[in-house]
């Protein structure tokens, strides 16, 4: 007989406090470490922590969920006020083999285990559909500086606003490095085989690899013309200085010529 239980991934903040929920939350996760904290709260019914804002529930009703992410707000840093969010759904079917279709994962037994290694690339799916808001976000802008500079042959971004965007840029590029770690085997997959085939197995459903190289790709081509803008600036910046010494001499010249006529 076949039995189903329904994944909710979302993205509520920038980051959470992990060491403030476990404090708050009275039971004892099964695992927990400095970046990801995974409760059971009954056979169906998981939910999982991770330190870049989001969290995932296994089994809960809409109710719950809104009551789940109400309880821990105190703990969001940055909260985002429109959530991201996926659904997936893990069906168990006894005697069939492994499958992974657009809207659900098909196993032959359930344990947390499962559910965990599930859970984790759902989030990293909806962690990586932020970055890829973010950078897409920043190459717009990117653009539309390129298209004055082409138009006008003057660069409008201003020293001030250069430096706040290079920090934009480097903050989502150490945020990307911190918190999507799907080039690393989950340790809970090592010595078991139906678990590595199934994280293997999610990863290529939800192209992690592939997306997370557009990123990069994105961040690398931003990287290159905020290069090119600096350059920009800094001539700017040397013509400037420049000027500013001459008209010094001939400040200097006028006074010495006004002094010996006087």
Not at 65 to 89: C, M, T, V
Not at 167 to 182: H, P, R, S, V
């Amino acid at each position: 007989m076949k039995s189903a239980i329904k994944l909710s991934a979302i993205l509520v903040s920038n980051q959470l406090d992990i060491k403030g929920i476990k404090s708050f939350i009275e039971s004892k996760p099964l695992s927990d470490s400095s970046s990801e904290l995974f409760y059971q709260f009954s056979e169906e019914k998981y939910v999982y922590y991770f330190n870049y804002g989001v969290i995932v529930f296994s089994g809960h009703s809409e109710d719950e969920i809104k009551f789940s992410i109400k309880a821990i707000q105190p703990y969001e840093r940055n909260p985002y006020g429109q959530w991201l969010r996926d659904d997936h759904e893990i069906q168990v079917a006894p005697g069939n083999d492994l499958e992974i279709e657009f809207e659900h994962v098909g196993v032959d037994h359930l344990n947390a285990r499962i559910v965990r290694i599930t859970m984790l690339n759902l989030a990293q799916s909806v962690a990586l559909d932020y970055y890829h808001e973010v950078s897409e976000n920043l190459l717009t802008e990117i653009k539309g500086f390129t298209k004055d500079l082409e138009r006008t042959g003057k660069l409008s971004m201003g020293r001030r606003n250069m430096l706040k965007f290079i920090g934009k840029a480097l903050n989502t590029q150490n945020d990307i490095a911190d918190n999507i770690y799907i080039f690393d085997a989950p340790e809970q997959v090592w010595d078991d085989e139906y678990l590595d085939k199934l994280h293997k197995g999610l990863i290529r459903h939800f192209d992690l690899r592939v997306r997370f190289s557009e990123i990069e790709y994105t961040l690398r081509i931003i990287e290159d013309n905020l290069s090119v803008f600096r350059e920009i600036s800094h001539q700017r910046e040397s013509s400037l200085l420049e000027w500013i010494i001459i008209i010094l001499i001939l400040v200097e010249v006028v006074d010495l010529f006004v002094t010996k006529l006087m």
